[in-house]
T-cell receptor, first 113, second 111 residues
Framework: EAGVVQSPRYKIIEKKQPVAFWCNPISGHNTLYWYRQNLGQGPELLIRYENEEAVDDSQLPKDRFSAERLKGVDSTLKIQPAELGDSAVYLC???????????FGEGSRLTVL | QKEVEQDPGPLSVPEGAIVSLNCTYSNSAFQYFMWYRQYSRKGPELLMYTYSSGNKEDGRFTAQVDKSSKYISLFIRDSQPSDSATYLCAMRTGGGNKLTFGTGTQLKVEL
């Protein structure tokens, strides 16, 4: 079974530029999460989807961040415009039940200069 | 004050040592407790999952929960260089999968 696939793995941009991250989840895992992990910190939830519906986006900075999950499968997370403080690893995760087991991708490491 | 506190380390131990990793929390509504392991430049992976107070053992790993003290621990016996990673505690209340993570403890097991 393939794991969670994220791209790009690394991205370097200048501030005020846009950036997008893509996530392909594990087949059949209907819940999808985007987390942000700052250096030396634990992951922090940005948004959670149940199929194609965003059920928790309370931590998503909506002035510059947006996300979508088309047809309840792949998802994209976009930042426009990026700020220096957005430098972090953006992790996509899936779950198939409510046990607390999340399957994470390897993350997309963003550096904003 | 953060809901979950975890000593960031780094923690360096010799091979074969017993490692103790800890987290404290303030939200008494947390009922489910997890430990995730994160290798460098990888995503976290679930290592241990516990519910309620007590111990749970899986091979060289033992997870311990003390709800009365709001304190959880992960013990690693006979530590190996391959255990070198960052260990994140995570916890949630009864509903859904909204996890609150600790900051992670970086562990290095040296030959």
């Amino acid at each position: 079974e393939a794991g969670v696939v994220q791209s790009p793995r690394y991205k370097i941009i200048e501030k005020k530029q846009p950036v997008a991250f893509w996530c392909n989840p594990i087949s059949g895992h209907n819940t999808l999460y985007w987390y942000r992990q700052n250096l030396g910190q634990g992951p922090e939830l940005l948004i959670r989807y149940e199929n194609e519906e965003a059920v928790d986006d309370s931590q998503l900075p909506k002035d510059r961040f947006s996300a979508e999950r088309l047809k309840g499968v792949d998802s994209t997370l976009k930042i426009q415009p990026a700020e220096l403080g957005d430098s972090a690893v953006y992790l996509c995760a899936n779950s198939r039940d409510n046990t607390g087991e999340l399957f994470f991708g390897e993350g997309s490491r963003l550096t904003v200069l | 004050q953060k809901e979950v506190e975890q000593d960031p380390g780094p923690l360096s131990v010799p091979e074969g040592a017993i490692v103790s990793l800890n987290c404290t929390y303030s939200n008494s509504a947390f009922q489910y407790f997890m430990w995730y392991r994160q290798y460098s430049r990888k995503g976290p992976e679930l290592l241990m999952y516990t519910y309620s107070s007590g111990n749970k053992e899986d091979g060289r790993f033992t997870a311990q929960v003390d709800k009365s003290s709001k304190y959880i621990s992960l013990f690693i016996r006979d530590s190996q260089p391959s255990d070198s990673a960052t260990y994140l505690c995570a916890m949630r209340t009864g509903g859904g999968n909204k996890l609150t993570f600790g900051t992670g403890t970086q562990l290095k097991v040296e030959l």
